[in-house]
Antibody, heavy 124, light 113 residues
Framework: EEQLLESGGGLVQPGGSLGLSCAAS????????MGWVRQAPGRGLEWISA????????YYADSVKGRFTISRDNSRSTLYLQMNSLRADDTAVYYCAKVPGADASSPDWYFDLWGRGTLVTVSS | DIVMTQSPDSLALSLGERATINCKSS????????????LAWYQQKPGQPPKLLIY???TRGSGVPDRFSGSGSGADFTLTISNLQAEDVAVYYCQHYLRTPHTFGQGTKLEIK
């Protein structure tokens, strides 16, 4: 069974840092692009970042560019999101999600599998 | 960035009725390279992560009942849910994936009367 499991969420002070992980299983992780989507409490979905199957191509929303870094370790089937300079408006549930396509040469960049999410709270 | 706007924000219907949710993009999300519309629909039930319903504007995801259908092209799209069931109570989102950022619509909340 295909599965994604996020971890690493928690409470962090404004200006602090936090790293999220997403462990994948049940599919060939190294063949798929991956992404992160967040959802603030009571709000809608916000696409924040994605990267190609190799990790060489990365993409960010303006709201996180320069503060967040997406990466992957294909040998561990794990996706990461390093979050720095956190602000109160970064408070959200962070979902990792699988993309059927591999890289920019493939058009299939919708999300066909989602994890259950991990909550990040930025507060003093 | 491409802005996705859904309508209505919420709707309440009776069991067995048909639900229609609209999604409009600020620019066309059709690509002639693949002759496809880069538009997906997701369903998010309370307390759960989103689930893929429709991709390429009209292709149902794995295991999605045929009561769910997607249509439209260019910048105007529709998600139709026929024969509404109690388990369809959820928030529905459209998303484009033509180019980054792959923005979502604000969501449409579907309730049963």
């Amino acid at each position: 069974e295909e599965q994604l499991l996020e971890s690493g969420g928690g409470l962090v002070q404004p200006g602090g840092s936090l790293g999220l992980s997403c462990a994948a299983s049940g599919f060939t992780f190294s063949s798929c692009a991956m992404g992160w989507v967040r959802q603030a409490p009571g709000r809608g979905l916000e696409w924040i970042s994605a990267l190609s199957y190799s990790g060489y191509s990365t993409y960010y929303a303006d709201s996180v560019k320069g503060r967040f870094t997406i990466s992957r370790d294909n040998s561990r089937s794990t996706l990461y999101l390093q979050m720095n300079s956190l602000r109160a408006d970064d408070t959200a549930v962070y979902y990792c999600a699988k993309v059927p396509g591999a890289d920019a040469s493939s058009p299939d960049w919708y999300f066909d599998l989602w994890g259950r999410g991990t909550l990040v709270t930025v507060s003093s | 960035d491409i802005v996705m706007t859904q309508s209505p924000d919420s709707l309440a219907l009776s069991l067995g009725e048909r639900a229609t949710i609209n999604c409009k993009s600020s620019q066309s999300v059709f690509s002639s390279s693949y002759n496809k519309n880069y538009l997906a629909w997701y369903q998010q039930k309370p307390g759960q992560p989103p689930k893929l319903l429709i991709y390429w504007a009209s292709t149902r995801g794995s295991g999605v009942p045929d009561r769910f259908s997607g249509s439209g092209s260019g910048a105007d799209f529709t998600l139709t849910i026929s024969n509404l069931q109690a388990e369809d109570v959820a928030v529905y989102y459209c998303q484009h994936y033509l180019r980054t950022p792959h923005t979502f619509g604000q969501g449409t909340k579907l309730e049963i009367k």
